[in-house]
C-alpha cells in the first residue's frame, strides 16, 4: 500500500508540473501580447496576474504534498497576493 500511495503521488506531482508549464507558457505569450499592444491588450494583464497566481497554488499544494510546508505555505500567501493584484488591476482597467 505504500508503494501505491507514493506512485499516486508521483502521478499528481507530475500533472501538476505539466499544469505548471502550460501556464507558463501561456502566461509568456499572453505578457509578449500584451506589452506589443497595451492599449489593445490590457484586459490581458488580469488574466496573467490569476495564471501566475494558480502557478503558485499548484506550487504551494505540491510543496505540501512533500515535507517543504513553509515553502508551501509562503507560495500559496504569493498566489493570494497574485488574485488581489488581478482584481485590483481589473478594476484599475475599467472593470466592475
Not at 20 to 30: D, H, K, P, T, Y
Not at 59 to 83: P, Q, S, W
Request: hydrophobic fraction near 60%; aromatic fraction near 12%.
Amino acid at each position: 500500500m505504500f508503494s501505491t500511495e507514493n506512485k499516486f503521488r508521483k502521478i499528481i506531482r507530475t500533472i501538476i508540473d505539466i499544469f505548471n508549464a502550460v501556464l507558463g507558457i501561456g502566461a509568456v505569450v499572453f505578457a509578449v501580447m500584451a506589452f506589443i499592444d497595451t492599449a489593445g491588450n490590457r484586459w490581458m494583464f488580469p488574466v496573467i496576474f490569476v495564471m501566475g497566481g494558480a502557478m503558485n497554488l499548484l506550487t504551494g499544494i505540491k510543496y505540501f504534498m512533500t515535507d517543504k510546508r513553509n515553502a508551501g505555505i509562503i507560495t500559496i500567501a504569493a498566489a493570494a497576493i497574485l488574485v488581489v493584484i488581478s482584481i485590483m488591476s481589473y478594476i484599475a482597467i475599467g472593470g466592475r
